[in-house]
């Protein structure tokens, strides 16, 4: 219902303002443009390239985001050491460290997965953070009283009581991954939906243009929903599952 | 289970003090604690807000250090009666596991404890029974009222069938109804397993309807002020709370509480 609303709204802004293609084009020529480079294989492969970029660096940011959050919510010291200098980071836009980037590692595949990660990495360290100190001190005192290892504790009470914050923090990842490997493609690419993006800016191919758009908002928009899921069958039957199973 | 009054102490406490130290200033919260508690004893701790009976009680625990004095259970210190699983604790909230249905948090210890797998659901169940649970098993805990899981609570502190249960103001938070409903099972709870309770309370009725004898503390830093047995008749009933010695052991430790 609300797809065939935009359609028309789009259909009526073409026709009262009689834009040129170039400038809107019709859905009917994007679908058109969209069919063309689904059947000449080049939008499956540009598509594999940015998710492939966007998936390592979110798997690298997982994975370190993870271990450095866990450490600095484990200790007083070394979070108070590095803190200044993550949050510092942080404010670095990484369209400025992305052209960086490109020099350091060059204009394959690794620079992308660099920026992805950077965007990714503070979200997930972040939220292991606030996830492994939401752990309620009656059940860490519980486990104590039990004289449980180190290993228990982690296994039993620390990976469940984080993994509610834990999966916000892949949402919110998931989505940033992509979007900076486009900003990565964007600075230097020969390949991948920005780079795609790109180039029809250079050709005038706004039809293309709005595909390889439509295709990161896809991919997005699964990604998503894929965490979503993940989150429904890790989370099933806490309390907070109990209510109304909504998306966000 | 042994139980024989000719053994040693089950607890002893010897000269135990305890300071925290916060923004350099140097806060004591016990002073000098003796005591000793026989097997098969129901001793409640009673004494005004922040007279450090859950500190106490933790000390006992080993879940803090004393900064001076000897604990020792079961005549070995406390840290290895801890290491040895020596007892079960309930908290003042039941501190269970949301993500687990309520077998699954009764067989944490075991789990913890590294028992054979095999008896888990034997030791599980049977701990359910006796708090009358055994037919929730395969709910979650957020589905339980409070009372409700406050028996889990204490089905999980037995499940390891530890000699001592450590209660720190197990029921405080719960209305009055339930309280006494919980205090009538939890002595039919003793009476079955013959597990010594060390209780911590702020309610001078509960303390006198359960114990067997009753610690006063005086306000910070905390001290023995008094100890008072309670020779009430067992098994106690709702009859028990109406009767004239049960009143006059109210008065008492109210007016030592007061002194």
């Given amino acids: 219902m609300f797809f065939f609303l935009v359609i028309g709204l789009w259909k009526w802004i073409i026709y009262r303002w009689d834009l040129q293609p170039f400038i809107l084009p019709p859905p009917e020529l994007v679908w058109e443009r969209f069919i063309t480079v689904l059947k000449s294989g080049s939008l499956w492969f540009h598509t594999v390239f940015t998710l492939t970029e966007a998936f390592l660096g979110f798997l690298a940011a997982l994975i370190f985001g993870t271990f450095m959050g866990y450490i600095l919510a484990r200790s007083r010291l070394l979070e108070q050491l590095f803190s200044p200098y993550i949050v510092a980071s942080r404010g670095i836009p990484v369209i400025t460290i992305a052209p960086l980037l490109a020099i350091w590692f060059g204009f394959g595949l690794p620079s992308k997965v660099f920026v992805s990660f950077f965007i990714v990495f503070f979200p997930m360290l972040i939220n292991t953070i606030i996830g492994i100190r939401s752990v309620n001190i009656g059940h860490r005192e519980l486990m104590r009283a039990y004289g449980a290892s180190r290993w228990q504790i982690f296994r039993y009470i620390e990976i469940p009581s984080a993994m509610p914050i834990l999966l916000g923090g892949f949402k919110i990842g998931i989505t940033s991954s992509i979007m900076g490997a486009v900003v990565g493609e964007f600075v230097s690419a020969d390949r991948g939906l920005g780079f795609l993006v790109n180039q029809s800016k250079g050709l005038y191919d706004t039809p293309l243009m709005f595909v390889a758009i439509g295709t990161l908002a896809a991919l997005s928009f699964i990604l998503y929903t894929s965490v979503w899921g993940l989150e429904i069958i890790l989370l099933r039957g806490r309390p907070e599952q109990n209510a109304e199973q909504t998306r966000f | ?259």
């Fill in chain 2, 1 to 259: 289970m042994r139980l024989s009054k000719t053994d040693q102490p089950i607890i002893e406490i010897q000269d135990v003090s305890k300071y925290f130290e916060s923004n350099q200033k140097k806060l004591q919260a016990l002073d000098q604690i003796d005591l000793s508690v026989e097997a098969g004893e129901f001793l409640s701790l009673i004494g005004p807000s922040g007279c450090g009976k859950s500190t106490l009680i933790r000390i006992m625990g080993d879940l803090l250090k004393p900064s001076s004095g000897i604990v020792r259970i079961n005549g070995k210190i406390a840290k290895q009666a801890r290491l040895d699983r020596d007892y079960g604790i309930v908290f003042q909230t039941p501190t269970l596991f949301d993500w687990w249905k309520v077998a699954r948090n009764v067989e944490l210890p075991l789990k913890v404890m590294g028992y054979p797998k095999a008896e888990w659901m034997d030791l599980v169940r049977d701990k359910l029974k006796l708090v009358g649970l055994q037919d929730f098993e395969n709910v979650y805990p957020w589905q339980l009222s409070s009372g409700m899981q406050h028996r889990v609570a204490i089905a999980r502190a037995l499940v390891t069938q530890p000699c001592i249960l450590f209660m720190d103001e197990p029921f405080g938070a719960l209305d009055e109804i339930t309280r006494e409903q919980l205090n009538l099972e939890l002595l039919n709870i003793q009476y079955e397993t013959n597990v010594s309770v060390i209780f911590v309370t702020h309610s001078v009725p509960e303390a006198v309807f359960l114990s067997t004898r009753v610690v006063v503390l005086s306000d910070r830093p905390g001290t023995i002020k008094n100890i008072i047995p309670v020779d009430l008749p067992h098994p106690r009933t709702d009859k028990t709370r109406e009767s004239p010695p049960f009143f006059d052991l109210v008065t008492e430790i109210r007016a030592v509480l007061k002194a």
